[in-house]
C-alpha cells in the first residue's frame, strides 16, 4: 500500500529517536553527564543529571506526540 | 509501606475529606449500576464504549498504585537523582498503550473478547495457553490486591490513629467491593477518573509544596545541590541497581509489563475507539512523567537535603533516620504533615489531608481495576471453560463472587499477617511477589507483539516461552546470595531477564512446530486493519 510505504520512514526515524533517548536518558547516555564517583556538576544552579533527565523526558514525549499527529492519524484515516 | 505517625495534629480535616471522598465513590458506584446493563460485556468492558476522560485516567490511575505517591519519592531519598530517571519508562508506556492497546482493541470489538486470554487463545488456539496466560496475569493481580489492602490499613493509621489499622484496612476493601461488584467496569472506571485526578494532583501539589516551603525553586536547589555527590550521580553497577543499565531495562521492560497486564488489557477492550486511545497515549506519556519529575519525585530530593539519615553509608533504617522517620519511603508524608500546616495554617491542613487521600486513592483504583480484572479472568479463562453454555448473567455473578471470595481472602491475609507469625511471613512471601509481579506480566509481551504484529509464533512456541520466563522469574526471585545472581540483578530488571529466555524459546520452538492455519492468520490480519 502506497501510504503504509510513505509511512514507514518516519517510523523508522521516529523509532531511532526515541531509542536514542532512551539509551542516552536512561541508559548509559547518563554516565556523559555524572558517572560514579564523579564530582556532580550543576547546570544554571541545578543538579545536571536532573536536568538530563528532564532533557530527554521532553525528547521522548515529543516524539510520542509527533507520531500520534502523523502516523497514529493517517494510520487511522 | 509503613507509614509514620507524625506529630502535627490534622484535627478533623482527614475525616472530613475522606468521608465526603467515599461518598462520592459510592455515588459513582451507584450511577454505574443503574447506567449498566445485566450482560458479562457491560459488567467487564463497560459496553466497549468509554470515552476520552475516562479510558485516559483509568488507564493512568491503573498504572499507578500507593507506591506512585509513597514509594517514588522513598528511592529518590534514598538513591538521589539516579531514581529520578524511572519516570523516563512512562513515555515507554505511553507509547505502548496506542502501539499495543489499539490493536488489542481492534481485535477485541471485533471478536468479542473480555479477557487477555479469549485473544491469545482466539489466535493460538487450544485452552492450555489460555491457563498459562491466565496464571501469569493472576500473579501480576492477586499480590497488588493484597498489598494496596494493606495500604489502605497503614493509611489509616497515619489519619487517625495506631490502632485503626484494621478498621481502614476493611474501609477500603468495603467501599471497593460495593462499587466493583455492583457496577463493574462502568463504576471501576468512572472512580478511577476521580482517583486519578487525585493522584496527578497529589503528585504536583506536593512537590509545589515542598520546593515553596524551603524557599522557592532557587533555594531549593541550593540546598540539593550541597547533597552527597553520591546522591547526584549515577550509581556503579556493583554497588547498587540504582545503574545506568538496570535502569534502561526497567524503562523498557517494566513499562510493557504494566500495560499488557489484565486489567489493562481489559480497559483497551473497553476503549470506544482508535482515536481515543491515541489521545490517550499521548497525556499518558506527557503528564503523568511530568507530575513525577516536576511534582513528587522532588519531594524526595527535598527531603534528603532537609531530614538526611544521621550516616549515608549505613542502611537507612530507623535507627539511622531523622526522628519521627523511620522508613525511606514515609519521606512524603513526613516532609508534608511538617511543612504544610506551618507554611499554609487551615488551608495547609486542607492539602495534606487531600494529599493523603490521593495516596489512598492510588491504592483503591489499582486494588479496584485489579479486583474486577481478576472476575473477569477468572470466569472467561476458568470457569466459561467448563461451563460453555452459561448465561451472561450467571458469568457476570461467577465474577461477582470471585471479587467477594478474593476481597475476604485478601483482608485475612492482611489481618493476620498484623497479627500472627504465621501471617507475617505469609505477607512477607506476598510482598515477594508484588516486586516480581510485573516480571510476571511482561512475559505476556512476547506473545501481545506476535499476535499484532509478527505472526509467526506457534502455539507450543508462545506456551513454551511463557512457561519459561515464569520459571526465570520464580528462579531470580528465591535464589539470592551468590555472586553471579545478585551481579545479574544489579545489571538487568528481573522482567527483561525473564523476557529474553521467553523470546528465545518462543522463536526456536516456534521455528519446529506447526502454525496457525495461514486462513485464520490472514482474518486476524483483516480484523486488525
Known sequence: MPGERSRKPTAIILSAIFLFALVMGAGPGSLLIAPPGSEPPLWFGMPALYLWAVLWFFVEAAVVIIAACTLWQKEED | MDIILAATDLGHAPHVV?????????????????????????????????GLLVTSLTIMATFFSGVALLGFPGMVYQHGVSAMFLALNLPVAGAAVYLLGNGIRKLGKARGYVSPGDMIAGYYGGSMIRIVAAVLGILYVLPYIIIQIKAGGLLAQTLFGEDMYNTGAVALSAVTLVY?????????????????????????????????????????????????????????????????????????????????QPAQWMRFYAARSSKILRRSAVIFAVVLPACFLFGIMLVGL???????????????????????????????????????????????????????????????????????????????????????????????????IVIIVTTLLALLIVYLGENSEFGEGLLKTIGQFFFAAMAFSCQLVPVAVDMLYIRRGTRAGAIAGMITGGAVVLVTLFLTGTNTIDTIKRVIDMGGLALAFNVLVFILVSLFTRKPDPEHIAAFKRDLS
Request: aromatic residues 8%.
Open chain 2, 18 to 50: 475522606l468521608v465526603c471522598y467515599l461518598l462520592i465513590l459510592l455515588g459513582l458506584g451507584i450511577v454505574g449500576y443503574l447506567r449498566g446493563k445485566a450482560t458479562e460485556e457491560d459488567y467487564y468492558l463497560a459496553g466497549r464504549g468509554q
Open chain 2, 302 to 400: 527535598g527531603g534528603r537535603a532537609l531530614h538526611p539519615p544521621m550516616d549515608p553509608s549505613l542502611p537507612l533504617n530507623a535507627a539511622n533516620l531523622p526522628e519521627g522517620l523511620k522508613k525511606a519511603d514515609q519521606i512524603a508524608v513526613f516532609m508534608l504533615r511538617e511543612e504544610l500546616p506551618v507554611m499554609l495554617g487551615g488551608l495547609g491542613i486542607v492539602l495534606v489531608s487531600i494529599i493523603m487521600v490521593a495516596i489512598m486513592a492510588a491504592s483503591m483504583s489499582t486494588a479496584d481495576s485489579n479486583l474486577h480484572a481478576l472476575g473477569g479472568v477468572i470466569t472467561r479463562d476458568i470457569y466459561d471453560q467448563k461451563n460453555p453454555n452459561a448465561s451472561q448473567k450467571e458469568r457476570a455473578w461467577v465474577g461477582r
Open chain 2, 180 to 260: 466493583v461488584l455492583v457496577g463493574g467496569m462502568r463504576s471501576v472506571a468512572w472512580t478511577d477518573v476521580l482517583q486519578g485526578l487525585l493522584l496527578l494532583s497529589g503528585a504536583v501539589l506536593a512537590g509545589i509544596a515542598v520546593i515553596a516551603s524551603m524557599g522557592g525553586p532557587g533555594e531549593f536547589f541550593a540546598k540539593v545541590a550541597q547533597l552527597d555527590p553520591k546522591q547526584l550521580t549515577m550509581h556503579d553497577p556493583a554497588e547498587s541497581k540504582w545503574n545506568p543499565w538496570w535502569i534502561l531495562t526497567f524503562c523498557l521492560f517494566g513499562s510493557l509489563a504494566s500495560i499488557v
